[in-house]
T-cell receptor, first 112, second 111 residues
Framework: DTAVSQTPKYLVTQMGNDKSIKCEQN?????MYWYKQDSKKFLKIMFS???????INETVPNRFSPKSPDKAHLNLHINSLELGDSAVYFC???????????FGPGTRLTVL | RKEVEQDPGPFNVPEGATVAFNCTYS??????FFWYRQDCRKEPKLLMS???SGNEDGRFTAQLNRASQYISLLIRDSKLSDSATYLC????????????FGSGTRLLVRP
């Protein structure tokens, strides 16, 4: 199936740990994104890559580091996890930054 | 003022009703507009793109008013399955490349 996929779907971990979330799209899109949706359901952009180049880097703690090994993949690594990092993280992709975005199923991160 | 503003609702309507949501955006430079639907514990899914003055897809009609900087979504003949949160999206604005998501309007369709 053509889609945006993320792994893992659920992630439960202790404070202070380092974890990664992976995202892959097979839609042939050039642009990929990471969003954070907190308990208030507000969807906030974190990062975006266009053709492997970082084009959006919002005010996010530098514990968060995106990596795009190729156009089809955008991973998110989080160091020294904190309680406030608990949220749902969505990956998305689009043909270009002005076009509609397609979202992955989300990764529900719980930091204990 | 929020960049994209929506009434959070919830809108509670009976099956078969017509319901309309409005959304305002602050930056007149916005060029693309979308409506997404998000079910509980699921990802946002594209409902409609609005590139010109409006768009219609079955029971759903979106309209764009650039002069007043608002976008509307009309749902006719509501179904139980329409119950969800509807997200209004505008962007990108200037060279930021960002789409800005509203916080969503919750719709509950009752039998």
């Amino acid at each position: 199936d053509t889609a945006v996929s993320q792994t893992p779907k659920y992630l439960v971990t202790q404070m202070g740990n380092d974890k990664s979330i992976k995202c892959e799209q097979n839609l042939g899109h050039d642009t990929m994104y990471w969003y954070k949706q907190d308990s208030k359901k507000f969807l906030k952009i974190m990062f975006s890559y266009n053709n492997k180049e970082l084009i959006i880097n919002e005010t996010v703690p530098n514990r968060f580091s995106p990596k795009s090994p190729d156009k089809a993949h955008l991973n998110l690594h989080i160091n020294s996890l904190e309680l406030g990092d608990s949220a749902v993280y969505f990956c998305a992709s689009s043909q270009d930054p002005a076009r509609e975005q397609f979202f992955g199923p989300g990764t529900r991160l719980t930091v204990l | 003022r929020k960049e994209v503003e929506q009434d959070p609702g919830p809108f509670n309507v009976p099956e078969g009703a017509t319901v309309a949501f409005n959304c305002t955006y602050s930056n007149s430079a916005s060029q693309s507009f979308f409506w997404y639907r998000q079910d509980c514990r699921k990802e946002p899914k594209l409902l409609m793109s609005v590139y010109s003055s409006g768009n219609e897809d079955g029971r759903f009609t979106a309209q764009l008013n650039r002069a007043s900087q608002y976008i509307s979504l009309l749902i006719r003949d509501s179904k139980l399955s329409d119950s969800a949160t509807y997200l209004c999206v505008a962007g990108p604005m200037d060279s930021s490349y960002k789409l800005i998501f509203g916080s969503g309007t919750r719709l509950l369709v009752r039998p």
